[in-house]
């Protein structure tokens, strides 16, 4: 592992500059110059001022419905004192409850002008890690299908504790062990019962986004945190554009917060290996199990399918065009090995975790073959094209 001593990484910061961007609320935020920035919450207090660009850029959220990216440049220093200030949910509720009513961080920046999602991201110079110590437990009962109201094979499930939530003081000692600089602290839920904790590492490069979660993968290996990956939130690390609630509680004296003293962490990008599958979860396993024995049987759910009388060619389906015609948000259009890529929000972005509505779904369309569509969520990670079709045209 390389790493840098952070005098020399990033520019240190002063604290004696007039406010260069302030957010009301109200109005898009103004920069007074592209390439120094600082951010103020409506109704609290300046989050941090830094008067040189630093090589550190970030983004800020006034709530979890926020959109907007609040561009952020900076040291290390600078960002520390930041996340050492105790915040409050925004007056009102505007992100719903008082916990996503919190200013958020999210490690990545964002295009000029963009809203917050992973086509706008031009690089991750954070590692966030959420140690939410969950897992989901399916309840029993199903979430309706949009087409006949009859229950689908999407399980409503419950987020519990795990046997053996990850402790502060595990990913304190194996930060401190492979060297590197850090700031963590006890999130809004944690309780003693369950222990929720967050960690923030900076990065000694950007990492582009298309790079961004076989590095995140290879961060944990780096680090020594592969062990405790049981408490990890995964997905929540994979999404470069995923915000991350400032230090905050309903009960501000129960934060707890930790450091690590040491250097940014550098990434090798030219050695990423490839990204494992994630796990299933037994129930979307059965699913699977199930669908491969009626393919074995010879039932194919395609044959089903018919336009005027003749079979559907579903190698030349459009899904970007199928989602849009639903009022589902689908995102640019970028080159993906010999065909297209595209993210899209997901059509039942309502059953993920606070129903929030991203670009979670991947489109891919190669000439030639059936076009993919894929839900990052993990409570999605067994739907496919069949699912899909389904719930935009119903079954047969």
């Known amino acids: 592992m390389?790493?840098?001593?952070?005098?020399?990484?990033?520019?240190?910061?002063?604290?004696?500059?007039?406010?260069?961007?302030?957010?009301?609320?109200?109005?898009?935020?103004?920069?007074?110059?592209?390439?120094?920035?600082?951010?103020?919450?409506?109704?609290?207090?300046?989050?941090?001022?830094?008067?040189?660009?630093?090589?550190l850029q970030c983004s800020f959220f006034a709530?979890?419905?926020?959109?907007?990216?609040?561009?952020?440049?900076?040291?290390?220093?600078?960002?520390k004192t930041g996340l050492g200030r105790v915040f409050n949910p925004q007056a009102g509720n505007p992100g719903g409850t008082p916990k996503q009513s919190m200013p958020a961080i999210c490690a990545a920046s964002f295009?000029?002008?963009?809203?917050?999602?992973?086509?706008?991201?031009?690089?991750?110079?954070?590692?966030?890690?959420?140690?939410?110590?969950?897992?989901?437990?399916?309840t029993g009962t199903f979430y309706p299908s949009p087409?006949?109201?009859?229950?689908?094979?999407?399980?409503?499930?419950?987020?519990?504790?795990?046997?053996?939530?990850?402790?502060?003081?595990?990913?304190?000692?194996?930060?401190s062990l492979a060297g590197v600089a850090s700031v963590g602290w006890t999130t809004w839920s944690c309780t003693p019962e369950h222990p929720k904790h967050r960690w923030i590492v900076p990065l000694a490069q950007p990492v582009p986004v298309d790079l961004w979660e076989r590095a995140a993968t290879m961060a944990l290996s780096i680090l020594g945190l592969d062990p405790l990956r049981r408490g990890l939130d995964v997905p929540v690390l994979h999404n470069a554009a995923a915000l991350a609630f400032l230090p905050g509680s309903p009960d501000p004296d129960s934060i707890q917060r930790f450091e690590t003293l040491g250097a940014a962490l550098d990434i090798p990008l030219d050695e990423l290996p490839p990204?494992?599958?994630?796990?299933?979860?037994?129930?979307?396993?059965?699913?699977?199990?199930?669908?491969?024995?009626?393919?074995?049987?010879?039932?194919?759910?395609?044959?089903?399918?018919?336009?005027?009388?003749r079979p559907v060619e579903f190698q030349t389906l459009d899904l970007a065009s199928i989602l849009e015609a639903h009022g589902v948000m689908v995102g640019p259009v970028r080159p993906f090995k010999s065909g297209t890529k595209?993210?899209?929000?997901?059509?039942?972005?309502?059953?993920?975790?606070?129903?929030?509505?991203?670009?979670?779904?991947?489109?891919?369309?190669?000439?030639?073959?059936?076009?993919?569509?894929?839900?990052?969520?993990?409570?999605?990670?067994?739907?496919?094209?069949r699912d899909l079709i389904e719930w935009a045209w119903g079954t047969p």
């Open 2 to 55: 390389t790493v840098f001593p952070l005098s020399s990484h990033v520019a240190e910061g002063r604290n004696d500059d007039p406010m260069l961007l302030e957010h009301t609320g109200q109005d898009e935020p103004k920069p007074a110059n592209p390439r120094q920035y600082s951010t103020r919450f409506q109704n609290q207090p300046e989050f941090c001022r830094e008067s040189t660009p630093g090589r």
């Open 63 to 79: 709530h979890a419905r926020d959109n907007r990216p609040r561009p952020w440049a900076g040291s290390w220093e600078a960002l």
């Open 111 to 138: 295009a000029q002008g963009s809203t917050r999602g992973r086509d706008a991201v031009q690089g991750v110079s954070l590692l966030i890690l959420d140690f939410d110590n969950a897992r989901e437990e399916a």
């Open 147 to 175: 087409s006949t109201g009859e229950p689908s094979n999407r399980p409503r499930t419950v987020k519990v504790c795990i046997d053996a939530p990850v402790t502060p003081g595990e990913v304190h000692a194996v930060l």
């Open 275 to 309: 990204l494992p599958a994630p796990p299933l979860a037994p129930w979307q396993a059965e699913v699977i199990a199930e669908r491969q024995a009626e393919r074995a049987k010879g039932e194919h759910w395609f044959q089903s399918y018919r336009v005027g009388g």
């Open 342 to 385: 595209r993210r899209a929000h997901c059509p039942w972005a309502g059953e993920h975790t606070k129903g929030l509505d991203d670009d979670s779904v991947v489109l891919i369309q190669t000439p030639g073959t059936w076009p993919s569509f894929k839900c990052s969520h993990s409570g999605h990670r067994h739907l496919g094209l």
